[in-house]
T-cell receptor
Framework: AQSVTQLDSQVPVFEEAPVELRCNYSSSVSVYLFWYVQYPNQGLQLLLK??????LVESINGFEAEFNKSQTSFHLRKPSVHISDTAEYFC????????????FGQGTILTVHP | DADVTQTPRNRITKTGKRIMLECSQTKGHDRMYWYRQDPGLGLRLIYY???????NKGEISDGYSVSRQAQAKFSLSLESAIPNQTALYFCATERDSYNEQFFGPGTRLTVL
């Protein structure tokens, strides 16, 4: 079985500061990794994903995450956050394309203050 | 128009009532999922369906049932609602083998 742990339930930061949202997973097989974002009163939407290849993946709005197999981590980072990044972020893991169920972490609420 | 829609968006009901939550999608995806979200617990999978004839239980299926009426429709039923089923419910779709799930806006269910 696979599991996902998001180490921080809430992360408050000031605008333009850097942020890191931490995610660790456990699995006995190879996995695919995802970050989803949920803005207030909305459903989740995919932010970025790691399937294979380069271990550093980027989103269109400046977030990046690095797959670290030895540390079983997939931390999400952004060098300078905006007020509009305020949302809940979920890390998720899948066992692969033939068995596509996602296991989600508990979520991290990122609050960006002016 | 939204690709994944859920009805109703909000529902308040009483213990013991039967409730149906509906999900429709225009994305043409075969795979559909039902999750519930509780604060501090993330999303947990209730049921999933890989095609019209395929229904599978997720990690928390007790007290729930589903119906896949067509490729585009996947309904979740609570046969006899109880207060600990108060939660935010999400439907999601997925195109085979791409692992990106597309979520509906959610249904907020309160069981009194």
């Amino acid at each position: 079985a696979q599991s996902v742990t998001q180490l921080d339930s809430q992360v408050p930061v000031f605008e333009e500061a850097p942020v890191e949202l931490r995610c660790n997973y456990s699995s006995s097989v190879s996995v695919y990794l995802f970050w989803y974002v949920q803005y207030p009163n909305q459903g989740l939407q995919l932010l970025l994903k790691y399937l294979s290849g380069s271990t550093l993946v980027e989103s269109i709005n400046g977030f990046e995450a690095e797959f670290n197999k030895s540390q079983t981590s997939f931390h999400l980072r952004k060098p300078s956050v905006h007020i509009s990044d305020t949302a809940e972020y979920f890390c998720a893991v899948s066992r692969g394309t033939s068995y596509g169920k996602l296991t989600f972490g508990q979520g991290t609420i990122l609050t960006v203050h002016p | 128009d939204a690709d994944v829609t859920q009805t109703p968006r909000n529902r308040i009901t009483k213990t013991g009532k039967r409730i149906m939550l509906e999900c429709s999608q225009t994305k043409g995806h075969d795979r559909m999922y039902w999750y519930r979200q509780d604060p501090g617990l993330g999303l947990r999978l209730i049921y999933y369906s890989f095609d019209v004839k395929d229904i599978n239980k997720g990690e928390i299926s007790d007290g729930y049932s589903v119906s896949r009426q067509a490729q585009a429709k996947f309904s979740l039923s609570l046969e006899s609602a109880i207060p600990n089923q108060t939660a935010l419910y999400f439907c999601a779709t997925e195109r085979d083998s791409y692992n990106e799930q597309f979520f509906g806006p959610g249904t907020r269910l309160t069981v009194l």
